[in-house]
């Protein structure tokens, strides 16, 4: 694993130190692929559950401004982890495509 990006690498799930952004260069077969594979899986069902809390919480009118920005802080936590997962996921769709003679 690098901590660094590089071109053909999968952007894992999670960040590193400081904050930046960590990269598995692989087949994508191993150990530490199937590790974010499950972390991609956990961190989308969360948000999914997210979305439901606030779903409930925006129908109710005794909602407290605090309880409004903790579900704000969740929901901009949950979308940065979204926002990852799918740029990771499409570099890897892009790459596929251009390994089989499909470039976008």
Do not use: I
């Not at 999670?14 to 150990?31: F, H, I, Q, S, T």
């Amino acid at each position: 694993m690098t901590r660094h990006s590089t071109e053909g690498a999968r952007l894992l799930p999670w960040a590193g130190p400081e904050g930046k952004p960590c990269c598995l260069v692989g087949d994508g077969e191993g150990y530490a692929s199937r590790v974010a594979d499950d972390v991609e899986s956990v961190q989308l069902g969360m948000a999914a559950d997210l979305l439901g809390h606030v779903d409930d919480l925006l129908g109710d009118r005794s909602a407290t401004p605090e309880q409004l920005r903790y579900v704000v802080a969740r929901l901009a936590e949950s979308l940065r982890e979204v926002h990852r997962v799918a740029r990771s996921r499409g570099a890897r769709l892009a790459a596929a495509a251009v390994r089989a003679g499909h470039p976008e």
